[in-house]
């Protein structure tokens, strides 16, 4: 059973910095491309940035581009999400999520298909 569990949320100033990290169990994680998806208050799921299984490739959208690096440790099982130069309107429930190939496989609303999410972390960007 798929499991994929983040972590590292919390409060950080304008301009801050925050790593997350989404540990995965119950597949086998460096034959799948990962994600990141936020959900702001009372706005719906947003694809941030993707993965291939190998590490080959990162894709960006254009509000994290420049500031957030995605990155993956297949001998652990990890993947990260480096979150800098942050702004309020990063605030939000971030989530992982598992890719159905090795390749990103992108739909027609640019966000890359996943069929498993974890519960998420909370991210508060704050002075």
């Known amino acids: 059973q798929v499991q994929l569990v983040e972590s590292g949320g919390g409060t950080a100033p304008p301009g801050g910095s925050l790593t997350l990290s989404c540990a995965a169990s119950?597949?086998?994680?460096?034959?799948?491309?990962m994600s990141w998806a936020r959900r702001a208050p009372g706005k719906g799921l947003e694809w941030i940035s993707g993965i291939y299984s190998d590490g080959s490739d990162q894709y960006y959208k254009d509000s994290v581009r420049g500031r957030f690096t995605i990155s993956r440790d297949n001998a652990k099982n990890t993947l990260y999400l480096q979150m800098n130069d942050l702004k309020p309107e990063d605030t939000a429930l971030y989530y992982c999520?598992?890719?159905?190939?090795?390749?990103?496989?992108?739909?027609?609303?640019?966000?890359?298909?996943?069929?498993?999410w974890g519960q998420g972390t909370q991210v508060t960007v704050s002075s």
């Open positions: 119950g597949f086998t994680f460096s034959n799948y491309a």
């Open positions: 999520g598992k890719g159905t190939r090795s390749i990103l496989v992108f739909l027609p609303d640019g966000t890359s298909q996943s069929d498993s």
